[in-house]
């Protein structure tokens, strides 16, 4: 028998949530008017399959735990050795979940151009070369790649509450440039927006 | 007949509008496969528009071009970013991935290439000899066999996780529990979505994918600062080129492999709704376990690139055959294609090889050649994207989880889409942390779906379990199930435990019974063999008094 380790812990949370969804999933009822048939399988039917199978499998993770070794990787270092351990992914995950929280605000555009410069200057070296380079990389790429899902894609990227006249500006000028140049070549055949409409 | 069929179909395919229409089809679906979040289904239904003015011929034509492309593009980010530009090279990122980063780029990417071309160029020849035969065994399924073949892949993922196979198999099931949220296939009632609304569609599956992939592979790569500051291909940038004899050289010598995965390509795609995303991870599984170094395997293993990127070029062919020969597509792409047939009003059934030869044989001669074009093309374009391995690490990441994040958002123009990758990313690197492998949480999503409906039609029709072990094909996937299951036991074991003596005898004796029992007279007579070399390999261990192999070197089989 070993002290209380992580996969131990893992195990325990595990099953506590087989239990919560094992819970739910009575919850999930089948309509009045939707009589099921002799035979016709029930809609919490299938997930409690699963629910059984991997509540079993967590108690054998958890008897596993309790009589086998510890995992070799696990280390104690307390809440600041753990941080210290995983500050990058932590702040990844901090910046893309912002850069989220603020599309419907500025836009896809500029909210990309914020993330990507944000992500690179916390990531990478912080001296005046690195950042020229970060400043000119996010330009480049986010723009190029704002550039082919709206104008040559033409999919409707978010527009922000505080940036939709210039998204709406750039869509007209930028995207209307490369419009123009597919109505030239229009005389050989039906252009890609009438042949999706036909679509 | 047939000379003439073939006659007409090259004559309607070799104008130079054609070819020219394939081999821009062919670098589409090269650089759609190459970017993570931008799927072949996707880039396949922005060309369907397209060809409303072409022939039948000219659109099928370069629709398989951007199929053929867009399956081959896939391990271009697989192997330069480990980020599987489609779910049809997850595999293709255990072995590739590492090569490229041990300083081998060019020589990751000329195996991938060489694999892909083999792999296609057996299928297409292995479809036109056997399709008939192919589709039969196909349309033999039923439900039972179904969800035992579901079953079966779900063993397959847990084996992959080796000494974790609990681990793999609690992934396995979280994954089936992530298909089951939304509404359920046979009433419609939400399930699991917790009163929100966006939840109550269920979770899209790419942005699953990426999630889990994307961010796990991206933030590990990221998480020590000094490597992420590095470059991507640190080692190899001096002189990164593509070593196209070497590969194809290292592709042929280990034509068993080769043939094999294609096969089992060939076979997947015929099975209706099982594609590449399933047949890259059963290839890269049963070369890992038919390997002589399947530690290897996970580190740059040739080996664990040429099975996947075989498998899902040969997936193509056995999904057109089932599409062609019997109106069901075998995964989304022949589904979308098989809308551009009913669009130039030719049916896809039974009777469509026979009805429509032209066409039929157009579109075998169009998959063989495509895969020409994709390896002359993606020469060209992995060029390009070579010069990938000159980024650093954190500027790469910064930019791709951008791209991820609108390649999501282009997939279905939600908004929430962004966010299932997110949670899911988060989830996956939770779990990787942890020692969860990643890959079996990706199958029980992809198969949750099928396997569901499976048991509902299971169920519909009878509610005796025992039906699973009258069906020969049921039986047959329950009992190589089984045997999976235990397989990485075995390797363990083997030449060091005597039971292991028996292992392959017994596999072979159990799985000739399924067989006997199929209708016809080559499966029977295919399942006596099978039994027969089973009773062999007995005899001869008895004779040898059941006596360890020496000096064997003992096999593990490494975690993923």
Known sequence: MNRLNRDTIVAVILLLLVGFFAYSSFAIKTPVFERLAPGQMGPGFWPRIILTGLGIMGLIYLFQSIVSPPPPGEKRGGLIGWYRHYKNPIWCFAVFAAFLTIIPVLGMLISGLIFVFALMTMLGPKDGPAFRRHVWTTLGTVGGMWFIFACLLEVQLPKGQLTGTFDEWLLVNVCGIVSMIGEMFADAGPSCSTLSARV | ?560
Request: net charge neutral.
């Open chain 2, 1 to 560: 007949m047939i000379f003439d069929n073939i006659m007409l179909a090259t004559s309607e395919l070799m104008s130079i509008s054609t070819m020219l229409l394939m081999i821009v089809g062919v670098v589409a679906g090269l650089i759609a496969g190459a970017i993570p979040g931008f799927t072949i289904a996707m880039a396949v239904v922005l060309v369907l528009p397209f060809t409303f003015g072409m022939t039948a011929v000219q659109g099928l034509a370069t629709m398989i071009g951007v199929y053929v492309g867009g399956l081959s593009g896939g391990l271009m980010s697989g192997i330069l970013t480990g980020i599987p530009g489609t779910p049809s090279s997850v595999a293709t990122t255990f072995d590739g991935f590492p090569m490229a980063r041990g300083g081998r780029p060019g020589l990751a990417l000329g195996i991938g290439v060489w694999a892909s071309f083999f792999g296609g160029v057996i299928s297409a020849i292995v479809l036109v000899l056997v399709a008939p035969q192919l589709a039969r065994i196909g349309q033999e399924f039923q439900p039972w066999d179904y969800f035992a073949l579901m079953a079966f892949a779900l063993t397959v993922t847990a084996s992959l996780a080796g000494d974790n196979m609990v681990k793999g198999l609690i992934a396995g099931l979280i994954g089936l529990l992530v298909a089951t949220v939304g509404e359920d296939a046979v009433v419609g009632v939400p399930r699991f979505n917790f009163g929100s609304d966006a939840v109550q569609q269920g979770f899209a599956f790419l942005p699953v994918l990426i999630g889990l992939f994307a961010f796990t592979r991206l933030l590990s790569d990221v998480q020590d600062t000094k490597k992420a500051q590095g470059n991507l291909g640190a080692h190899s940038t001096d002189s990164v080129r593509i070593e196209h004899m070497k590969a194809a050289g290292a592709v042929l010598s280990r034509w068993g492999n080769l043939i094999r995965s294609s096969l089992i390509g060939v076979f997947t795609g015929v099975l209706p709704a099982a594609g590449s995303s399933i047949s890259n991870i059963l290839a890269y599984d049963q070369a890992k376990k038919y390997s002589k170094e399947p530690e290897k395997f996970g580190t740059g293993s040739i080996d664990g690139i040429v099975a996947p990127e075989s498998a899902n070029n040969a997936t193509a062919g056995g999904a057109l055959i089932m599409m062609m020969a019997l109106g069901i597509p075998g995964d989304i792409v022949t589904a979308v294609m098989l809308g551009a047939l009913l669009i130039h009003d030719v049916v896809p059934s039974p009777t469509f090889i026979a009805e429509q030869p032209t066409i039929a044989y157009a579109i075998f001669i169009a998959f063989f050649l495509a895969n020409f074009m994709m390896l002359a093309m993606q020469s060209l374009t992995l060029r390009g994207f070579v010069a990938v391995t000159r980024v650093r690490m954190y500027m790469l990441a910064a930019v791709i989880l951008f791209y991820c994040a609108l390649g999501v958002f282009a997939l279905n123009n939600v908004q929430f889409d962004m966010w299932t990758l997110f949670w899911f990313g988060v989830g996956g690197f939770i779990m990787r942390s942890l020692g969860f492998p990643i890959v079996p949480v990706i199958l029980g999503v992809v198969l949750g779906n099928i396997a569901e409906n499976s048991l509902a039609q299971v169920i519909a029709i009878s509610t005796d379990p025992t039906m699973f072990l009258i069906r020969p094909w049921s039986l047959f996937f329950i009992i190589l199930g089984l045997f999976s299951s235990f397989f990485h036991v075995y390797q363990k074991n083997r030449a060091i435990k005597r039971w292991t003596l028996g292992f392959i005898p017994a596999m072979c004796l159990f799985l000739s019974i399924p067989v006997f029992m199929m209708e016809g007279l080559v499966r029977p007579v295919l399942g006596i063999g099978l039994g027969l070399f089973g009773l062999y390999l007995i005899v001869q261990r008895v004779r040898a008094g059941w006596k360890l192999p020496e000096a064997e070197p003992v096999m593990e089989v490494g975690d993923l």
